[in-house]
């Protein structure tokens, strides 16, 4: 009954705890990677017009997003070694974690794409681009920017989801939370310790995520040059019209390319929850 | 070989889906009350208690469910509460889903447009009262599609619990395969079953998505 908290035997294990830290963030990178650029294809293939080709992505979207991670990762892990495939921890939960993020990327993307107006896929069409252009112009770069918010919360849970990977002895956060939990019999404070690393990674994640995304969508890129331009010029030319109308104060703007007007973000977004 | 895959060990496996569904209606149902707390602080018109549900939230939403399972398991053992695991998983599960679906109801009721709380103050109706009679009902099936969508998550978040020894649908193949040693085969079975539950879900949840976003078509 009296206990209390104490957090100072764990101080000589703060560089294990970082290092696992550091796994962590490094398996959910790689994941992400590769598993976004196997969902684009898989999104794609989904619509194909080869049936067979439509229907085995969707039966692999559907069998991933509804079984259990842990039951994949020993499927993979357990399952691959009794057929004689061995591999380490390591590799086999990254790639458990590549197979999941890759279904439910895919299911994301595939919403992003679907909300493209198809009018301007035939406007692309009759404009002469060819098929890849239009895929990669018109329908995947505004899916992508459209959809950016579900597929970075995706990431989030996929880094909460790589703590699974503990249960096949990959050494990443939690793994190591068991180790020194073992070594101290101080769990209750070894459990605080690395909560709290997985909220600072969360939020390192959100901020990276943040950050690429304002820099790799160049709509973003050229709205974000306009309104600095158009706030420059704004005081530039402020000071010689003391009048400034409505009228006048759409002067500044004319200096600005033409931007097409921020659309409407959508306020559901299918696959962002389940 | 030790054994093989027979109608006992099928058996066991499907009497243990009872223990998969149990813990995920308790967490939900639970979770369900504390979503509806978080939810009605978050839109509560007190500042310090929205930001209490949004720190509640973001950090929940920030750990990961294993370690909030390991921290109510070990944290209320050391405080001398032998809990029955079931006890345990079922805690951890409802704070977690209690942040998650606070946070998707929260967004339910703040996407009813803005005029009708006007109007029902207009109506003299108090805040609660706008609450139950005008916001919430519509609200409500605006919320199912997600809700059934977390619902899946919950359900395949339950096989968490083997880890602290909950003896459900994972933890029951762990058990089959540790005496057998075919983790092929069990493993299948065991995501066969967890497939079962969750698809049609899925569908459902999927089918009234559709439903409701007819303008969009």
């Given at each position: 009954m009296n206990f209390s908290l104490d957090f100072s035997s764990l101080a000589p294990y703060w560089p294990v705890f970082l290092r696992g830290a550091w796994l962590t963030l490094k398996m959910t990178t790689v994941a992400v990677v590769v598993g976004v650029c196997i969902g684009v294809v898989i999104a794609f293939a989904k619509s194909s017009r080869n049936l067979l080709v439509a229907r085995a992505c969707g039966a692999y979207i559907e069998a991933v997003r509804n079984t259990p991670f842990l039951v994949q990762i020993f499927l993979l892990y357990f399952g691959l070694a009794s057929l004689g495939v061995h591999m380490p921890t390591f590799a086999a939960a990254v790639l458990a974690m590549i197979i999941n993020i890759a279904a439910y990327a895919a299911e994301i993307?595939?919403?992003?794409?679907?909300?493209?107006?198809?009018?301007?896929?035939?406007?692309?069409?009759?404009?002469?681009?060819?098929?890849?252009?239009?895929?990669?112009?018109?329908?995947?770069?505004?899916?992508?920017?459209?959809?950016?918010?579900?597929?970075?919360?995706?990431?989030?849970?996929?880094?909460?989801?790589?703590?699974?990977?503990?249960?096949?002895?990959?050494?990443?956060?939690?793994?190591?939370?068991?180790?020194?939990?073992?070594?101290?019999?101080?769990?209750?404070?070894?459990?605080?310790?690395?909560?709290?690393?997985?909220?600072?990674?969360?939020?390192?994640?959100?901020?990276?995520?943040?950050?690429?995304?304002?820099?790799?969508?160049?709509?973003?890129?050229?709205?974000?040059?306009?309104?600095?331009?158009?706030?420059?010029?704004?005081?530039?030319?402020?000071?010689?019209?003391?009048?400034?109308?409505?009228?006048?104060?759409?002067?500044?703007?004319?200096?600005?390319?033409?931007?097409?007007?921020?659309?409407?973000?959508?306020?559901?977004?299918?696959?962002?929850?389940? | 070989m030790i054994g093989s895959f027979s109608w006992t060990h099928l058996w066991y496996l499907v009497d243990s889906i009872w223990w998969t569904v149990v813990l995920s209606l308790l967490a939900f149902v639970l979770g369900s009350i504390g979503g509806f707390g978080v939810m009605l602080a978050r839109i509560s018109t007190r500042t310090w208690l929205r930001n209490m549900a949004l720190l509640y939230i973001e950090c929940i939403q920030g750990i990961p469910l294993l370690i909030l399972l390991f921290i109510v398991y070990f944290g209320l053992s050391v405080y001398g509460f032998a809990l029955p695991a079931l006890v345990a998983a079922g805690i951890a599960m409802m704070v977690y889903t209690s942040a998650y679906l606070g946070d998707i109801w929260r967004g339910c009721v703040e996407a009813m447009p803005k005029p009708q709380w006007e109007a029902s103050e207009c109506l003299s109706l108090t805040r609660w009262q706008t609450l139950r009679l005008v916001i919430i009902p519509q609200a409500t099936r605006l919320s199912l599609p997600p809700t059934i969508g977390f619902l899946v998550q919950l359900i395949k978040m339950t096989s968490l619990a083997s880890v602290i020894g909950f003896v459900e649908l994972t933890r029951a193949g762990q058990i089959i395969n540790n005496s057998i040693f075919q983790p092929f085969l069990v493993f299948t079975v065991v995501g066969t079953f967890y497939f079962l539950l969750c698809y049609p879900l899925s569908r459902w949840s999927a089918s009234m998505e559709r439903k409701l976003n007819v303008s969009n078509r």
């Open positions: 993307i595939r919403a992003g794409i679907d909300s493209v107006p198809r009018g301007q896929i035939e406007a692309a069409e009759c404009l002469g681009l060819s098929t890849w252009r239009i895929r990669w112009h018109v329908m995947l770069q505004p899916a992508i920017e459209r959809v950016y918010p579900a597929l970075t919360s995706q990431f989030l849970l996929m880094m909460q989801a790589s703590a699974m990977a503990s249960q096949i002895s990959a050494e990443e956060l939690t793994a190591i939370a068991n180790t020194v939990q073992s070594d101290t019999f101080r769990s209750l404070e070894t459990y605080i310790v690395v909560a709290a690393l997985y909220l600072v990674l969360s939020v390192l994640v959100k901020l990276l995520a943040y950050g690429v995304g304002e820099y790799i969508f160049k709509r973003r890129r050229t709205i974000r040059r306009a309104a600095l331009l158009a706030r420059r010029s704004a005081h530039a030319t402020l000071p010689h019209l003391p009048m400034a109308s409505a009228a006048g104060a759409l002067t500044p703007m004319s200096h600005v390319p033409f931007i097409h007007g921020v659309s409407k973000p959508r306020d559901v977004v299918e696959g962002s929850v389940s | -």
